[in-house]
């Protein structure tokens, strides 16, 4: 479960514009040696926000953890491969089962790139809470042709 500090970071970041905390995101993936390693020589996928939220927040964090790691990790970079297009509610308060039938055809390839199949994908995100929102990106992503897939996320909630 996300507590304590790194509760309080995610919250700042993600619901009240913490714009201020971008540096902050590098810093902490600057101190993650196994995370830098981790995404060294990947493509950094972030996770969709549909356009309506994106319009009303003004960023996705989730990209914001993706520049990061990508600048301090040695990733290939960063690529906008899935876009959101169901516009899901919120699913904090939503159990796994709810989750899951709430990503249901929520993503779908961006026409604009394609999936090289000798390529190595993380998907980031901000907080991985039971997996659905990930399972549903690694879905559109495998049906594409992705064959090698892992996901990074700041937190576990």
Known sequence: MLRGPARAFVHELKYHAGWHLRSDLRV?????A???EFVRG???VPVPLHPRRLRWRGFNQARWVADAL??????VGVEELLIRIKDTPQQTRLDRAAREKNMKGAFALNPKLKIAADTRYVIVDDV????ATLNACAKVLCEAG???LYVASLGHG
């Open 128 to 131: 991985f809470t039971t997996g």
């Open 34 to 36: 196994p995370l830098r």
């Open 28 to 32: 902490l993936a600057e101190r993650m």
């Open 146 to 148: 992705a064959q090698e």
């Open 42 to 44: 990947a493509v950094l």
């Open 70 to 75: 990508a600048e301090v990790g040695g990733a």
